[in-house]
């Protein structure tokens, strides 16, 4: 049986990946045109941390970080957050503090990674590793680098935030 179930909120600019990473860490797909599913609440997976089933709920929003309109009831609960940038995206990387904002205000302190997804597209970059990893630390959130398209360290990072929770 369940020992714990984790709700983890995913945040970030329109087009970094949130809704392909929620798929590819559910279901294990990926595909190129993920239709925006609006009604869609949340997806989950169930995992083991120390011998103890954990259940964890993805919740994506449905574009509605587009108009920066994500209502109070999406963050309601929440236990951990993903912070998500593309590195193909400038405008994305430099809104991660506002993103980190936000979700303080709803949710207070809560584990917190930080994700640049679409690391596949590295020779594409339009941010410094450096910048990065200091806003990290600035921030003081962990960073993990991902690949949804390839599978790169999806896992890890609900697997860090899962291992955080557990140890509250
Ligand atoms: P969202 O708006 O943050 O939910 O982003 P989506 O999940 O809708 O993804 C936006 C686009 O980026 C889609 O075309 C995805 O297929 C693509 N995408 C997502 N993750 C990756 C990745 O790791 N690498 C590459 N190359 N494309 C990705
Ligand atoms: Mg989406």
């Not at 945040?11 to 392909?20: A, D, E, I, L, T």
């Not at 925006?36 to 929003?61: N, P």
């Not at 193909?88 to 904002?101: H, M, N």
């Amino acid at each position: 049986d369940i020992e714990l179930a984790i709700k983890v909120v995913i945040v970030g600019n329109g087009g970094v990946g949130k809704s392909s990473m929620i798929q590819r860490y559910c279901k294990g797909i990926f595909t190129k045109d993920y239709k925006k599913t609006i009604g869609v609440d949340f997806l989950e997976r169930q995992i083991e941390i120390d011998g103890e089933d954990v259940r964890i709920m993805l919740w994506d929003t449905a574009g509605q970080e587009e108009f920066d309109c994500i209502t109070k009831a999406y963050y309601r609960g929440a236990q951990a957050s993903v912070l998500v940038f593309s590195t193909t995206d400038r405008a994305s990387f430099e809104a991660i503090k506002d993103w980190k904002r936000k979700v303080e205000n709803e949710c207070n302190e809560i584990p917190t990674v930080i994700v640049q997804n679409k690391i596949d597209l590295i020779e594409q970059a339009v941010v410094t590793a450096d910048e990065v990893e200091t806003l990290a630390k600035m921030l003081n959130c962990r960073l993990i680098r991902t690949s949804v398209k390839e599978d790169i360290n999806v896992a890890s990072v609900f697997r860090y935030l899962a291992t955080k929770c557990h140890q509250l």
